[in-house]
């Protein structure tokens, strides 16, 4: 398996942009497909983004559509979660997961997470008014 290591969370405002950063430890880390999940206060957690391991393909969920945008640098083994016009909804610990898998068969269904071998710890984004 991957370890992951997350970074960039904190404190913003409404409206404002952030980068988070999920490092992976490894030489394998293009084999893997990529994805951010959150979970905020008292909610279960939930399915933000993800990528194919070719990244050729991205998933959304419908709540950060337009929103976010994730990308992978194999190069240095990270994958981004760019995040602009913030709400207060998005505030929630946000984590990366990571699964070895085909472009094809990720393709139906990147928002498990039980299909989710690898995880990081989390980093903390706070969205305030």
């Known amino acids: 398996q991957v370890q992951l290591v997350e970074s960039g969370g904190g404190l913003v405002q409404v409206g404002d942009s952030l980068r988070l950063s999920c490092a992976a430890s490894g030489r394998t880390f293009s084999i893997y497909a990529l994805g951010w999940f959150r979970q905020a206060p008292g909610k279960e957690r939930e399915f933000v983004a993800a990528?194919?391991?070719?990244?050729?393909?991205?998933y959304y969920a419908d709540s950060v559509k337009g929103r976010f945008t994730i990308s992978r640098d194999n190069a240095k083994n990270t994958v981004y979660l760019h995040m602009n016009s913030l709400k207060l909804e998005d505030t929630a610990v946000y984590y990366c997961a990571a699964r070895p898998v085909s472009d094809t068969y990720f393709s139906r269904n990147y928002y498990l997470q039980s299909t989710y071998g690898s995880w990081g710890q989390g980093t903390q984004v706070t969205v305030s008014s």
């Open positions: 990528v194919s391991r070719s990244g050729d393909s991205t």
